[in-house]
C-alpha cells in the first residue's frame, strides 16, 4: 500500500522549478535556477527510498523543519491523508512558493519563517520530520532539542541524512574521487556535516529522545539492473556538478576536473563489471 501511494504521488504531483535550500548562508549546492530544479528531482527520485519505512498513521500534526517549497511535504500529505503540517523555513520566499505549490491543501497546512535553531512556536505536536537538513546546520543538535521542546508526549520523529562516506564504484574513479573529497572537505569547511546520518542515534539522545532506533537506506546498483544504474549516475552527476562552482571558487578543484569527473561516472555503466554503492542513514525516535 505504501508504495503504491508513493508511486500515486510521483505520477501526479507537479512543481515549478523551485525548491528551497533551507536556511544556510554557506549552502553547499547554491541557489541558481538548475539547481532548483535538481532538488525537484531529487524529491521525486528518492522518494520510494525515503518513505518506505516512514510511518505517520494515528499522527495528527506534524512538524517540518526545512519544508523549503513543499514537496517534500507534499508526499507527507498525499501518503497521510490525516496529516495537519507546520512547515518551517528560514526564507520568506520559499513559504511563499511553498503556498502556491500546495494550493488545495490550505486547510491542512500552516507556515512559519523562522530559524529552527531558534524555533518558538504557540503549539506542541505528536509528530516531526527533517530530511537532508541537518547535514548543513552547524549546531544540528540545537534544532533537535528546540524540535523536542514543541512535541506532545509519545510524539514520533523521523530523520533522514546522509552518510557519504559509504560511497563506493567499482573499479575505482581517480577524477571522481578526488572530487568527492573535496565535495565533502568543502562541506565540513562551511559547517556543514556529511556524516552526519551515522550520529543520529546520539543527537537524539543527547537532545532528549527515546524509543531510539535507526536503518540504512541507499543503492547498491551493478549490471544486474542496468537501466537502474544509468539513472543513479544521472542523478548522482547532477549532485555532484551542484556544488562545482563554490568548489571552483574555493580552489578545491579546476574545471577540468569537474570535466573529468563527470565523463568517469557517465563511463562507468559502460563497464561490465560496474559497481555504484552509496548509503544514508533514517532514524526513529520518539519523546
Not at 535507526?214 to 551542484?242: C, N, R, Y
Request: overall charge negative.
Amino acid at each position: 500500500m505504501r508504495v503504491a501511494k508513493i508511486n500515486y504521488w510521483l505520477n501526479t504531483c507537479n512543481f515549478p522549478a523551485y525548491q528551497s535550500p533551507f536556511y544556510m548562508a554557506n549552502y553547499l549546492h547554491g541557489f541558481i535556477p538548475e539547481e532548483q530544479q535538481r532538488l525537484i528531482d531529487q524529491a521525486g527520485f528518492l522518494a520510494p527510498k525515503i518513505f518506505k519505512k516512514i510511518d505517520f498513521s494515528g499522527c495528527e500534526h506534524l512538524l517540518e523543519i526545512g519544508s523549503g517549497v513543499g514537496a517534500q511535504t507534499q508526499a507527507l500529505l498525499s501518503l497521510f491523508p490525516q496529516l495537519k503540517i507546520t512547515c518551517v523555513d528560514y526564507s520568506d520566499s520559499q513559504i511563499e512558493k511553498a503556498k502556491e505549490n500546495l494550493k488545495g491543501f490550505e486547510d491542512r497546512v500552516t507556515f512559519s519563517v523562522q530559524d529552527a535553531m531558534e524555533l518558538n512556536l504557540d503549539q506542541t505536536f505528536d509528530s516531526a520530520y527533517i530530511c537532508w537538513v541537518l547535514e548543513h546546520i552547524a549546531e544540528p543538535r540545537i534544532v533537535l532539542e528546540k524540535v523536542h521542546r514543541h512535541l506532545k508526549p509519545g510524539a514520533k520523529v523521523f530523520l533522514t541524512e546522509v552518510f557519504n562516506s559509504t560511497h563506493y564504484t567499482f573499479p575505482a574513479l581517480p577524477f571522481a574521487q578526488k572530487y568527492y573529497r573535496a565535495y565533502n572537505d568543502f562541506q565540513t569547511q562551511i559547517g556543514g556535516h556529511p556524516e552526519i546520518g551515522a550520529s543520529l542515534g546520539n543527537l537524539l539522545q543527547q537532545s532528549g529522545f527515546t524509543q531510539i532506533s535507526h536503518w540504512l537506506g541507499g543503492f547498491h546498483l551493478d549490471q544486474t539492473h542496468p537501466e537502474e544504474l544509468k539513472a543513479m549516475i544521472s542523478f548522482w552527476v547532477k549532485l555532484m556538478k551542484s556544488g562545482a562552482e563554490h568548489l571552483i571558487q574555493a580552489g578545491l578543484v579546476t574545471e577540468e576536473e569537474v570535466r573529468k569527473m563527470e565523463e568517469e561516472y557517465h563511463m562507468l555503466p559502460e563497464n561490465e563489471n560496474a559497481v555504484f554503492f552509496i548509503q544514508f542513514v533514517q532514524a526513529f525516535a520518539s519523546v
